[in-house]
């Protein structure tokens, strides 16, 4: 197997990603599952 290893060419994309470039409905949703971890962390 040759060439960069997925989770570089993953990372590297994830890295670059500006939250100006992301639709609204992304954005909401990224928030509601951080928020969702973080209260199921508190419980």
């Known amino acids: 197997m040759t060439g960069t290893?997925?989770?570089l060419t993953h990372g590297a994309f994830?890295?670059?990603l500006r939250i100006e470039e992301?639709?609204?409905a992304v954005v909401d949703?990224?928030?509601a599952l951080?928020?969702?971890a973080?209260?199921?962390?508190m419980s």
Request: glycine fraction near 6%; aromatic fraction near 0%; charged fraction near 10%.
């Open 5 to 7: 290893p997925l989770a």
């Open 14 to 16: 994830v890295a670059g």
């Open 22 to 24: 992301l639709p609204p």
């Open 29 to 31: 949703k990224a928030k």
């Open 34 to 36: 951080v928020n969702h």
């Open 38 to 41: 973080l209260t199921v962390a």
